[in-house]
């Protein structure tokens, strides 16, 4: 058992990570990400309305889980990466080329890096598309959730997703999920963020603490 | 997501599993799969038992080191025959409860097992008490334990209402317990459910083909 410094507080000395809960989802016609804010080193929450959803392109976002540094690297680098590739093909880039270029980095540097990010978007080729890129795995699903956070919500998830739900239904899933898990986990909460991606762009929206739905409390 | 795994130092056999326990209008129902694993990869039964009477109407389920679970309901069973002797009158829910409790209180360095309980007496009808590992109890309308319920705590949470009928509750515990058995690979087997209401006790087994399917299957 290592011996607790009572004078120095834990984040000075544990590594931040976004214990979280990511998750993303299809529709017909574009996908919804979503993610909690909580940001914990240790047993300390050093930021609490951090959004884990970061832009890769107009079309392409990804959610960071694992360690917070090493997430938001991968995400910077493949930004540039996705830039130069679209200025080289002319054109705006595949969701895919985006997750390859994810799993590239987290596959090449899976002995350094502890980062799951999903990447999702929409594009003219295959519409609203949503892959896994965990530990250097390239995996397209039809939804994808991650983080600390995910484990409580398999069930639900599971139970609950059907395919070719609207835009709305989609929306309500992702909020749903969300706040199941940020209600037992305790390294996910705040507030939550959720993106709708479709082929008219990007929309942000950022879902207060108490407007959240309500599950049966004792 | 090979980094998460139930941290267990439980030697031997052990119900790496998911039970649990609903409280309906008129009774309770408890629940679970029926898989026993040593370690995390041998199955050394596909069709345990978890659900132990230890009276008429009050069950109880394991979870944790089997060999532990076994010998403190063997005792609660014993303990509790002789209370209801003494008092002449069957048991009460939370007697049978605290009789876990005290067993797993004062032996608290030795057993690594943790009870739900669950029955039905004429004082307070259907009632549900958790005895954790440490030896704590609490009475709740719903719970769930064991390594698998870590994955349908989302959908328990979603889909309870207090005061279900008989058919809403038995196709919510079935849900419940597929989807656990579906995600974590400890938990697996056929779905052992026992109903208990002041009429009776009866037993039903959902078998793995007759389990209800969902999207990706």
Redesign the interface.
Known sequence: MSEESFTDPGWLSEEVKTGTTIIAVTFDGGVVLGSDSRVSAGESVVNRVMNKLSPLHDKIYCALSGSAADAQTIAEIVNYQLDVHSIEVEDDPLVCSAATLVKNISYKYKEELSAHLIVAGWDRKKGGQVYAT??GLLSRQPFAIGGSG??????????????NMTKRECQEFVV??LT??M??DGSSGGVAYVVTIDQDGAEEKCVLGNELPK??D? | METHHSHSQVKGVSTGTTILAVKFNGGVIIGSDSRASMGESYVSSKTINKLIQVHDRIFCCIAGSLADAQAVTKMAKFQLSFHSIQMESPPLVKAAASIMKELCYSNKEDLQAGFITAGWDRKKGPQIYVVSLGGMLLSQPFTIGGSGSTYIYGYVDAKFKPNMSLEEATQFSTNALALAMGRDNVSGGVVHLVVITEAGVKHIVVPGDKLPKFHDE
Not at chain 1, 150 to 163: L, N, P, T
Request: aromatic content about 24%.
């Open positions: 965990l530990n995910s484990f409580y919500i398999h069930g639900f998830v599971d139970a609950e997703y059907r395919k749903n999920a199941l898990a209600g037992r599950f049966f004792q």
